[in-house]
Each structure stands twice: as structure tokens, then as C-alpha cells.
């Protein structure tokens, strides 16, 4: 099965786009073809849009619908171009994971809601594909965090006898999971804030001309604040045991202002900027070290940063990037997506087991993630899946399917 894939993380800097060839081997072994990648940027006034809408920003049930539909169009945009450059023309399904607008976790960690938009009848309609989307209230409704869902794709690629292996996702938030031999439980939680107050800081001291920090040179030139990283790492968020996860509902744009408002007022330019850095990489190592790794593998625009990942490799054993192992630091969530679009076709969960008999998510139960659009059932299945469970991931590089379709 081909299948194509859409992410825009929180950062909203631009659609990741993936293709990928999946097949099931009857011994359980998943092959994952990597077809290509490429990003595909929002027209500027739509992602002004989707930024202002983002958290803590008051949004009416009218500009939601507004952006469902743009963001839905645009999405369909994107997978038209994309089948033709990434897959030859021949995707089978379109998986869309949306813009995330709102993740809702109660004060007590519970994970009540999770919003994408980005309709998928759009997608659908301007690709002539099926699409699945929807990817996280199935895993919240069974108890779950519904975030991160890294960790099935992290547990089948990763898993080694004798060896214990994190794999941290910096986007706009640092999630991580730990693995360790195959078919062991692993743990997966979001650590907290990855590149977006850093992002936002950069925003708001070049006043909207840039975006991040490009190649780290701000942070570099700074110095951290140590009684401000102190008051940053003093959230609550940190103390909670996994399961965990977060947003910019938390760290919004306007929480380091808040947060230092008392003892820091005036911090701002490259020191907050280094300050921001070591505070993600302060607390994805407070959470990783007790794990006692010997690999932390790295994906996401986190992965550019020269700064955060000198400091990482100071702070953890065994750095190294998602890259170094075959697949694409820019690309990795988008072909989880690719490959959770091709379990919810199969019928099978998209959930890693977890810890005391859950899943690694908090969820009592496994899942199928996602909904189809429209909603047949996929002719693919029957040929597709001919063993009941997946027992590893592995990854290759075949070439581009070049068939015509009927």
C-alpha cells in the first residue's frame, strides 16, 4: 500500500509531506519504503491565520469552521502536488494528521480533547484519494494522552535485545520515548516545551522578520540566566509522571513574560534566547537520564539547532540523529503518519503496549486510530495484512512506483 502523508506540527512553519510503500510480511515484519519527503509552505495570510488562533488567543466557532475549511483546501492542495512528486501518481491513501488548534488536559494531567482541523473531505475531494484523519481522540476516549504517538513507530524500529534506546522528537514540543528489546513495553511522554517559546522569543525580538534561530546564532551569542531557568523549571508540568503530554495551551506565547515577570522582567534578547535552549535541553535530560540510554536518537526541526544539540550531547549518552539511522529528521513525523495511516486501513492499533498492562499512552486499551474519508471500507485490507501482529519496522529505499492507475 502507498500511502501519503501530511503533518503541520505546532510550529506551523510549513506541511511535511511523506510517501511511503508499506507492506505486512506474514513473519510480522512491516517494510517501510521511503518514497521521498518535501515541504510545502501556507500562504502568509492563512498561516497569519492559524497563528492567531492559536492558544491563548479567544477564537469563535466561526473562524474554526473558516479555518477548517482553508486549511482543509490547502491540505488538498498539497496531497494533489504531492502524489504526482512524491509517489509517482499512484497513492493508494492520503493520511492527513491537520493543523493542531487546542489540546485540552485537565489540571489533574488528564488528556480530555485534542483538536485538529483541516477537513478531510477537502483533502479528499481535491486528490481523488481516500483519507484518513483524526489520528488522537480515539486513543484520549480509551484513556489516554493521545500524545505522543511516536511511540509504536519508535518501538518496532528501535527495539534491540540488551540495549536501551531514546527516541526525543524536538518539535515545537520535545516528546521522547524509551525502548528497549523488542516487544517490551516502552514509555513515551512529552517533556515539555521543544522549539516554541524559543521560536516565539525569536519572533518578538526581531519583531516578526524572523521566525527561529537560524543555525542557533542568536543563543550562541547569549548567556542563560540561571536564576530565570530556575523559575522556568520550576512548572509544575515537570513533576508529573508519564504519561504526560502538552501544547501551547501551556507554554503559549506570552508564558515566559508571566513566568518571569516577578524576578527576570527584563530578560530578552540572546541571553533568553540561550536561556530558552538550555531550559529544553535541561529538561529532556532530567527526564531521559534515569532511563540510562545508550543511544538518544533526534528528529525534528530540534535537530538543526547547534546549540541545543551540543548541549544535549553533554548532557545524555549516545547523540546521534534520526538521519544516521535512515530516516529523515524533517521527515519523521510525517512518516509516522504514513505508517498510522496504514494500520487504521489494516484494521490494526496504533498504540505501543505501555507499562502495568496499558498502553504507552495511559490508554486501557489499543485503539485504531483515525477515521476514513469517506467512510468505505478500503479494498486494500484483504490484500494487505496477512498476519495478525507487527513484530519489528524496517526501513528501505525502493524506487518510485511508476504503474498507472485504472
Not at 484523519?133 to 505522543?148: C, K
Not at 529538561?283 to 544539540?309: E, F
Request: net charge negative; with cysteine; aromatic share 4%.
Amino acid at each position: 500500500m502507498i500511502v501519503l502523508a501530511l503533518s503541520s506540527g505546532t510550529s506551523v512553519d510549513a506541511v511535511d509531506a511523506a510517501a511511503a510503500e508499506l507492506r505486512l510480511d506474514a513473519d510480522g515484519t512491516l517494510r517501510l519504503g521511503l518514497l521521498g519527503q518535501a515541504e510545502y509552505g501556507w500562504p502568509a495570510e492563512l498561516h497569519d491565520r492559524i497563528q492567531a488562533a492559536m492558544p491563548p488567543a479567544p477564537v469563535g466557532a466561526g473562524e474554526v469552521a473558516a479555518l477548517d475549511t482553508l486549511i482543509g483546501r490547502r491540505l488538498g492542495e498539497i496531497a494533489r502536488a504531492a502524489d504526482i512528486e512524491l509517489a509517482g501518481g499512484v497513492t493508494d491513501v492520503v493520511a492527513s494528521h491537520g493543523q493542531t488548534l487546542f489540546h485540552w488536559v485537565g489540571p489533574d494531567g488528564t488528556a480530555l480533547s485534542s483538536l485538529q482541523i483541516g477537513h478531510p473531505a477537502w483533502i479528499a475531494e481535491a486528490s481523488g484519494r481516500p483519507v484518513v484523519s483524526d489520528f488522537r481522540v480515539a486513543d484520549i476516549a480509551a484513556g489516554g494522552q493521545g500524545a505522543p504517538l511516536a511511540a509504536l513507530l519508535d518501538a518496532w524500529w528501535l527495539a534491540e535485545p540488551g540495549r536501551s534506546s531514546v527516541a526525543l522528537n524536538i518539535g515545537g514540543i520535545a516528546n521522547v520515548t524509551v525502548v528497549c528489546g523488542p516487544g517490551e513495553p516502552v514509555t513515551a511522554w512529552d517533556t515539555g516545551p521543544g522549539n516554541c517559546l524559543l521560536d516565539a522569543a525569536v519572533r518578538e525580538l526581531t519583531a516578526g522578520r524572523l521566525t527561529y534561530d537560524r543555525d542557533g546564532a542568536l543563543a550562541a551569542a547569549g548567556t542563560v540566566d540561571l536564576v530565570a531557568l530556575d523559575l522556568l523549571r520550576a512548572d509544575p508540568y515537570y513533576a508529573r509522571r508519564p504519561p504526560r503530554s502538552s501544547g501551547r495551551e501551556h507554554f503559549d506565547a506570552g508564558y515566559v513574560r508571566r513566568t518571569l515577570a516577578g524576578a527576570r522582567p527584563g530578560l530578552a534578547g540572546p541571553d533568553l534566547l540561550a536561556t530558552l535552549v538550555e531550559l529544553t535541553a535541561r529538561t529532556v535530560a532530567d527526564d531521559v537520564r534515569p532511563h540510562a540510554p545508550s543511544r538518544v536518537v533526534v528528529s525534528g526541526g530540534g535537530a538543526h539547532h547547534p546549540v541545543l544539540m551540543r548541549r544535549l550531547a553533554e548532557l545524555l549518552p549516545g547523540v546521534t540523529t534520526s538521519d544516521a539511522l535512515g530516516l529523515p529528521v524533517d521527515a519523521k513525523e510525517a512518516y509516522l503518519f504514513a505508517l498510522l495511516g496504514f494500520l487504521a486501513v489494516a484494521g490494526l492499533p496504533g498504540t505501543a503496549p505501555g507499562p502495568d498492562g496499558r498502553r504507552a499512552t495511559g490508554a486501557r486499551r489499543a485503539a485504531v486510530l483515525g477515521s476514513l474519508t469517506p467512510p468505505a471500507p478500503h479494498p486494500l485490507r484483504a490484500d494487505d495484512v496477512r498476519a495478525d501482529a507487527v513484530r519489528r519496522l524496517v526501513l528501505h529505499h525502493p524506487d518510485r512506483p511508476t504503474r498507472s492507475r485504472p
